[in-house]
Every structure is written in C-alpha cells, then in structure tokens.
C-alpha cells in the first residue's frame, strides 16, 4: 500500500500543525515519523541536556495519543540519511511532507533528503509552519531584507490578516494516520542521555498574564514573561494560536513574536552571521578574551550582583530573565571585552528555549555589531539596571544565598574602568 509520511522536526504537536494537516487531507494514509538526529545529537556536550530530555517527554507524549487513534511514531535514531534509507526500504512511500526549517543546518539536511527523496521518485513538500511570514513575505518594496527592525515590524502588521492566524484542523483527518503496530520509543538512556529532574514551563496561554506582560516583563523577580520559549523553539505550541489569542491581549508581546521572526529572517538571508559581526567592521575589535574571566562569568562569580544571580539562575534551571540576560551579555562583551561569540556559545549550551536565530541576534544586538543593535556607546550599568528593575533586591536574594556574606567575591572589574577601557577598544576598531 502506498502512504505518505510525515517528518516531525520543530513542530512536536498534532493540532495546528500545517504540513500535517496537508498531509492527512492528502489521498494516502499518513506515517507520523521523527528522527533522533545523531548529527546534532552528538554535538551536545551535556548528557543530562534539557532540551532532549524536553523533546524526548514529548515524543513519548505524541507517540500515546497517536496509539489512540490506532497509529504510532515510527522514532528513528541516526542521522536523517539513514532514516529515509530505511524508510524507503520498509514503505512505499508517494510523497513525505514536513514543516519548513530555516536553520543553515535544516536547510542543507532537506536539500539533501530532497535529492535522496527524488532519487527514489517520492515527492518532499515544505509547508510554513514555526513563523506567521516566511522569508520571502516580508521585505522591503524592492524585495531586499529588511535590517533594521521598526519599519520590518510595521510592515509585518501591515500585511497581517486574521487568515494568516487562523489554525489548521488537523484533527479532523486523524482517521487518515496510517495504521500499524506500536513498537517502543527508545528511552534517554538508549540515546546516550540521561533524565534530570527538570519541571518544564507550561504550554498554557496564561491571558492575565499576557494582559499585563508590558508591565511586568522587566522584572526579573517575578513571572512576567509568559516563559513559553521552549515551546515555540519545538513547536509544542503553535504560533498562529498564541499570536492570535496572546497578539490580541498585548501589543508588546506581539512586537516580541515579531522580533523573533526578524532573527529568523536576518539569519536566513545572512547565515553568515553565525559567525561574523553583521556589521563586519566590528570584527576588527581586539576582544580580551581573558579565559579565567570568562570562567567567572559563566560560573556567576563576577562580583556584579545582578549579573551572578543572571548566570546562577540559567545554570541551575536552564532559564534567565530577558532583562538579565541583556545585562549579562553587556557586562561580558563591554565590561570584559570578551567575544560575543563566546557568550553566545555558553548560552547555546545552557538556554532551555535556545534558538540559533534569537541566540545570535540577541548577542550581536547586545554587543553592538548586530543588524539593529544599541550604539555601542550605550553601556550598561549593573548598578543603575539593578535600581530600575530589582530595586528591592528579591531576585538578586533568589539567586545569591551569599550575597553580603565574605564569600560573595569583589568586583572583578571597577565599573568606570571598564568603561572606558571599552570605548577605548570599541572605537580604535571602529576609526578605521
Ligand atoms: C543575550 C540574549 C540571548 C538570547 N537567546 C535567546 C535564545 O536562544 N532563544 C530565544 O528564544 N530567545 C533568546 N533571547 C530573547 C529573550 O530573552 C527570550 O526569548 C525570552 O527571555 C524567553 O522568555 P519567555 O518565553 O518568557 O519570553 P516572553 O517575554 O514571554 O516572550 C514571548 C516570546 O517572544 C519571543 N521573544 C521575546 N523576546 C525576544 C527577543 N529579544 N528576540 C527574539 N525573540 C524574542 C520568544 O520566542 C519568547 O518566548 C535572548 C536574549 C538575549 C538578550
């Protein structure tokens, strides 16, 4: 019998879900497929990583109500290419359709599992699933990117209909999964990990929370932000559903869903800001990159309180604040004239809702090398954010139990110092 598959990869999730409700309103029984892939799998250092721990709970999650309907996940564990070279061998597939990924390494792995596909006569459809606009919908009057991130945002509002939010039906057509034998998911363990004991923010829609996000968002001792990064970087909500129900509460939030798809486009038509300034000229600064130091402020012993307790909390729980997490990434790229690269790699390790797009812009925009990023004479104070954002000091005392006792370090660095010496710095590259 011939089937079509369906390859899960970012979007964990069976309602609204665009590739798959193609698929199961197409004419042959849909094989639900995910792939434990080894290629990035083997990129990651730490065995008890959230992030598989996060994909895997909801692969068992998926694979039980697709069980339900009499169907299963077929899991694969390797890389993409001997996935498909198994599959074919065991199916006869017509057609595998999949939600679109814009990720340089996304891309180069569909072009290849399209040639493969091809190959063996079976058709590959893309479909846009993880973002409202897709690269090519949003760009200027003569179709060149946008780089700077206000008249990108009025544009994207501006071309916003409610078709574009409205969500796909998927379970209507769950009657046309392919029917077959459940075999067991492999475990963690099986797939070179091991399970911690992380609770996972919720995928619920808080609304009364959203209704009052523009004033609560900068304050990082409380729950003001709606925390559902991980779920928008896997896909376990959809952004159609939350931008409509959230983008209708709050304008602020909606322009944060505006800023992530902004990275998503800057990384797509410029992927080489992996690795170099997006402004390249500010490749030219000699960073420090002192390692012990760079220890420090991984470690959250720098001595600048809000920017320990920042560190403090994403290694014990995989998440900071926003706030905080610009102030940290100021304080290590200005303070310390450390490679943005460098932070940003240590985030890319840490971050629970770690995405590539959002990761690099975030850096390059706090260093002051990115597309739309603050001069760079902007520089922080840790102090005057404090005062702002934490003035009665409940986030710094959540995260540092010894604050104000002899073991809390000195500053590392005197505040004036490293001002200046980044300047300095800053502007000898920049005169050029
Ligand atoms: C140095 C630095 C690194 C960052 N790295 C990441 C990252 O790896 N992954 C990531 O998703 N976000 C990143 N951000 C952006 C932002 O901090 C997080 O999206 C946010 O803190 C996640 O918490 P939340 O889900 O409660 O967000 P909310 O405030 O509730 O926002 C809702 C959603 O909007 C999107 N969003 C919000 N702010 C931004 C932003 N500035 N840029 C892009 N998207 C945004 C996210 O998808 C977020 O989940 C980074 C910011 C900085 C300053």
Known sequence: MKIAAFWF???????DNA????????????LPVFIFDTNILEELE???????QFIHQHIVALDKQLQQWGSALEVHHGTPGEAFAQLTAKYDIACVYTNRDYEPYASRRDEEIARFLKQHDIAFRTFKDQVVFDYSEVVKDDGKPYTVFTPYSKKWLSLLTDD???SYSTLKYKDHFHKVNHKAIPSLQSLGFTAGRQAFPPEAIDEALIRHYSKTRDIPAIEGTS???????????????LARRAGALSETFLSELIWR???MMILWHFPRVINTSFREEYDRIKWRNHEKEFERWCTGQTGYPIVDAGMRQLNATGFMHNRVRMIAASFLTKHLL?????GEAYFAKKLLDYDLAANNGNWQWAAGCGCDAAPYFRIFSPQRQTEKFDPGGQYLKAWLPDLGSEDYPEPMVDHTVARERCLAAYKKALQR
Do not use: C, N, Q
């Open 46 to 52: 730490e065995k008890a990583d959230r992030r598989v």
């Open 338 to 342: 450390i490679d943005w690269r460098w």
């Open 261 to 263: 798809e902004f990275f």
């Open 227 to 241: 925390r559902l990064g991980v779920h928008l970087r896997f896909g376990t909500i959809s952004i159609r559903t």
């Open 19 to 30: 590739g798959l409700y193609h698929a199961l309103k197409g004419e042959h029984p849909v």
């Open 164 to 166: 574009h939010l409205r």
């Open 9 to 15: 990869r970012r979007d964990l999730r069976l309602e």
